[in-house]
């Protein structure tokens, strides 16, 4: 493998890592409030580019205004999720929380496959078409750029949310201390749906933004959704700049490996980092000593 | 002190955990301007009396009425949006988050009024007046903290939500006398303020001799209740709460 090879390895890391930061981040948000893994994270992928196509192609509704509405739609399904599935837990146990989370992922793919079938969509046009950059025998496509410019407002946006703003505070609060919270007069039960509407948020722009590249299907959340748990984990569901980090990591891993050995490996690499961190150093590669949430 | 109003009245209320009856049938009240103290041994349920009124548990029997409104079972934020704040056991502090956030949260309940942040920068001063510590930690993460100066943050947040009740749970719990003794010349300083106050405290010497009136505690019932003075003179306080008993069978 030459330099050259290493370095096209690297961006296509860079690329599918930040997706997984995305969803890193989805899962990191929604395991600050209420302690508990989201597994139906890459459903919620799944609906922004299924949406997102839906809206464009069959509804005839512009790139951006049908981008946009596959976002506030799941974002919609996402707080529905919460509150129809999650809240009537009143006593929160996780384990139960973490069963209804797979039960719901299950049912948003199965409901997905009814209503819209089981063959993959059309892809969405490119966000800014046109031919690939290269750079020092380098090719970046276009989305590229933009998958990293929203991962890179995301994460900005959300650090600003969580050390600037009130809300972002309380959701900070609940996350350390849930009683305390409620002692000082924070609704933590609404900071819990907050989170379940960012982290579907997350999830759909993540699912559009890929969309001109790989076409949706409704089965396309679970590997996704898992290598984003691995990515969380690995950035030790933290803050999100830890998020972030564990899904570029992931990313850049996933391809350098499949370039040294084979292509085959690629997948399996998210789940051998999974377990590595979870025996090896359960609180994550940036997760610091203890965990800190948020 | 103003013409004497009741600021909180609890009535025969009974209180638990799940299953477990803990309150049965318990009746305190305290005026606006008091500081009462509730004392007993441990598992009187002191801090369970505090948490029903709080709204971190629902009395399972009687009523809760907190200036003239009937606040039984609400929950904690709707208590303290009513004003009513709790500094708990083990003080339950956001450890991560620095000394300035905390603060800042201890105001979330208020309401976004436009002098708020007028409001807010008062009572900012009137705290770091009262705890000049907490002034040169403001972003030092809570958690930092020495127990002393962590349960006097506990106090400052309370105290920024404005609340016309404060309930404090032990607050000299796990801490040196030094400490113990500012502690209480804060107290003092807030009785004289007009702040009222409920307190639970395992030292009945020290709560009797900052406080108007005390409640005795025992087994989820009220055994005896009178002035601060009334009770500091018992036979019966004097032996089983303030260790005299101890001390006259060891002079012997
Ligand atoms: N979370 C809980 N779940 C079940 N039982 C509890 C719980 N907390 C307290 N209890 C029980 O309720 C009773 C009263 O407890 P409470 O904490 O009110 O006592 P206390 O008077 O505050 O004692 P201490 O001085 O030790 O703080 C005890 O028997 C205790 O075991
Ligand atoms: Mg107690």
Known sequence: MTGKDLLQFIVAGLSSGALYALLALGFTIVYASTGVINFAQGEFYMLGGMLGVLAFDSLGIPLVFAALLAILATTAVGVLFELLA??????????????????????????????????????????????????????IVRQSLWIWGITAVAVVGLTLLYRRTRFGKAMRACSIDRDGARLVGIDTARVVTASFALAAALGAIAGVVISPTVPPVFYSGASIGLKGFAAAILGGLGNPVAAVAGGLTLGLLENIAS???????????????????????PQGLFGGRSREKV | MTEAREMLRVEKVSSGYGHVGVLEGVSIHVMHGEVVTLIGSNGAGKSTLLKTVAGVLSPTGGSVVFDGRDISGITPEKAVEAGLALVPEG????????????????AYARRRSRSFSSEFAEDLEIVHELFPVLGERVDQSAATLSGGEQQMLAIARALMSRPR?????????GLAPKVISEIFAILDRLRSRGVTILLVEQDASVALRHADRGYVLRTGRVELEGTASELLANDDVRMIYLGSWKKSVSGT
């Open chain 2, 165 to 173: 009740l404060l309930l404090l749970d032990e607050p000299s719990l």
């Open chain 1, 259 to 281: 370039g040294f050995i084979s292509s085959t490996f690629k997948d399996g690499i998210a789940l051998v980092v999974l377990l590595g961190v979870l025996f090896v150093r």
């Open chain 1, 86 to 139: 999650i809240r009537p837990r009143k006593d929160g146990d996780p384990l139960a929380l973490i069963i209804i989370t797979v039960g719901g992922s299950i049912l948003i793919q199965s409901l997905t496959r009814h209503a819209v079938g089981g063959e993959e969509l059309a892809t969405l046009p490119s966000f800014s078409p046109g031919p690939s950059i290269g750079i020092a025998g380098v090719t």
């Open chain 2, 91 to 106: 003080r339950r502090l956001f450890g991560s988050m620095s000394v300035g956030e905390n603060l800042e949260l201890g």
